[in-house]
């Protein structure tokens, strides 16, 4: 069998790592502008349907969340009708950082995708789809403190 998530697992820490270094000028590392773009992109968002997005766990989320709160990159608001509830927003400074963010992730795609055909990058694209959507089925069972049987 091949090794499939192998080749998908250097993929992504190759391209974490690229942008941990490129962003870090802009004090952004340890993979917080994932969080910064889905913030930016679903203002109002709470944390745990963050984390859930990203698919980190709560802690993970909530130690990023902070540093970009310090950072102001965003910022919390207590939601009107349940004050127990944050929402994120994305800051001033994190609105004009994150169209820089979008090139990086249009020019990382062009890089990765270069010499594949229309119809291979659609193929790709939707086989990664249902690979993900193959392992989130374990991702939630493992996340709720059960253990898988293999």
């Known amino acids: ?9 250097m993929i992504a820490r190759a391209l974490d790592s690229i942008s941990n270094i490129e962003f870090k000028e802009y004090e952004l590392t340890k993979g917080q502008y994932l969080y910064l773009v889905r913030i930016c992109e679903n203002p109002g968002i709470i944390q745990e349907k963050l984390a859930e997005m990203i698919k980190v766990d709560r802690t993970t989320a909530s130690r990023a969340i ?9 910022e919390k608001k207590d939601d009107e009708h349940n ?9 001033e400074k994190g609105i004009n950082v994150y169209p820089l963010i979008r090139r990086e992730n249009d ?9 594949l055909t229309k119809e291979e990058v659609e193929s790709i694209s939707d086989l990664l789809q249902r690979v ?5 089925k374990d991702w939630e069972f493992v996340r709720k403190g059960n253990k ?3």
């Not at 020019?107 to 010499?115: D, H, K």
């Open 1 to 9: 069998m091949k090794e499939i998530l192998r080749e998908v697992g």
């Open 83 to 91: 004050r127990k509830i944050n929402k994120l927003f994305p800051t």
């Open 132 to 136: 993900r959507k193959n392992i989130e």
């Open 148 to 150: 898988r049987n293999y």
């Open 107 to 115: 020019y990382s795609n062009m890089v990765a995708l270069a010499g």
């Open 66 to 74: 902070k540093q970009l709160v310090n950072n102001d990159f965003i």
